[in-house]
T-cell receptor
Framework: GAVVSQHPSRVICKSGTSVKIECRSL??????MFWYRQFPKQSLMLMAT?????????EQGVEKDKFLINHASLTLSTLTVTSAHPEDSSFYIC???????????FGNGTRLTVT | QKEVEQDPGPLSVPEGAIVSLNCTYS??????FMWYRQYSRKGPELLMY????GNKEDGRFTAQVDKSSKYISLFIRDSQPSDSATYLC??????????????FGKGTKLSVIP
């Protein structure tokens, strides 16, 4: 149980374009999902908390207009990287849990390369 | 002092060895503890989850928590080459402001040599 699916696994795009990443909880409903970014040989950095039916909560230093999050249903959250630049190239991972005191379950990540 | 400290390694052991991975933490508000395994270019996979001091065993894996010393460990018995990955500790609980908080260690890269 507690499977989180993330799509696409890999995307290459040109500078200036936008990229949408989907995160789905396959066998449970998630009122909250989390978006992380991971640089090579670094730990996970929380970008934002996605709340179903309301606005996302962004961590300090994360531009909300650049990283648009939509959590339209209890099983789907999307992250859109707008006007992507090469410095946005990174590994983006979503996660969700069954509840506040439950562990996070992660998707398999999306490797974004902006050329 | 960082909230969670984890030796990044790399740690290299021969196949069959017992592996010990450790994290220390400073925030006494952390109430539950997790270990994740992350293969290259993949998302982290939950290995162990515990919320009390003591040991929890699952197959070749044992998670140990010592809340009094603010120290957690993951032991891997009879290590296999397939255990080669980065291992992340994570800790969760309520912050002083009452908000829910989850903090990850930087991860330890493990290589098990055949």
């Amino acid at each position: 149980g507690a499977v989180v699916s993330q799509h696409p696994s890999r995307v290459i795009c040109k500078s200036g374009t936008s990229v949408k990443i989907e995160c789905r909880s396959l066998d449970f409903q998630a009122t909250t999902m989390f978006w992380y970014r991971q640089f090579p040989k670094q730990s996970l950095m929380l970008m934002a908390t996605s709340n179903e039916g309301s606005k996302a909560t962004y961590e300090q230093g994360v531009e909300k207009d650049k990283f648009l999050i939509n959590h339209a249903s209890l099983t789907l959250s999307t992250l859109t990287v707008t006007s992507a630049h090469p410095e946005d190239s990174s590994f983006y991972i979503c996660s969700a849990s069954l509840g506040e005191n439950s562990p996070l379950h992660f998707g398999n990540g999306t490797r974004l390369t902006v050329t | 002092q960082k909230e969670v400290e984890q030796d990044p390694g790399p740690l290299s052991v021969p196949e069959g060895a017992i592996v010990s991975l450790n994290c220390t933490y400073s925030n006494s508000a952390f109430q539950y503890f997790m270990w994740y395994r992350q293969y290259s270019r993949k998302g982290p996979e939950l290995l162990m989850y515990t919320y009390s001091s003591g040991n929890k065993e699952d197959g070749r894996f044992t998670a140990q928590v010592d809340k009094s010393s603010k120290y957690i460990s993951l032991f891997i018995r009879d290590s296999q080459p397939s255990d080669s990955a980065t291992y992340l500790c994570a800790m969760g609980g309520r912050s002083g402001a009452g908000s829910y908080q989850l903090t990850f260690g930087k991860g330890t890269k493990l290589s098990v040599i055949p």
